[in-house]
Nanobody, 115 residues
């Protein structure tokens, strides 16, 4: 089993920044892809950013140029640097990670952007 714990969420004004972290622990032998998703009230969960073990990244169009995903394989941690935040970025942010063909999820961290 792999456990994921997100942190770094909070309340920020529009235009501000936050950095989310997601640390994996447990039975880790090789975590491959890691992603950030978000889910706003009344909306479906959407993919925000992805990063491979080798560092290749992809972003949703809505966050390109504002968010940066990165990871530290030695620490089994993935990060999401969020700049120029907008009220529409308000959501619960979740990370997930793949190991051995199985995906694991964190419990989520709330991000609220006030206008």
């Amino acid at each position: 089993q792999v456990q994921l714990v997100e942190s770094g969420g909070g309340l920020v004004q529009a235009g501000g920044s936050l950095r989310l972290s997601c640390a994996a622990s447990g039975s880790i032998w090789r975590i491959n892809g890691m992603d950030w998703y978000r889910q706003a009230p009344g909306k479906q969960r959407e993919l925000v950013a992805t990063i491979t073990r080798g560092g290749s990244t992809n972003y949703a169009d809505s966050v390109k140029g504002r968010f940066t995903i990165s990871r530290d394989n030695a620490k089994n941690t993935v990060y999401l640097q969020m700049n120029s935040l907008k009220p529409e970025d308000t959501a619960v942010y979740y990370c997930d990670a793949e190991q051995g063909g199985r995906w694991y999820w964190g419990q989520g961290t709330q991000v609220t952007v006030s206008s």
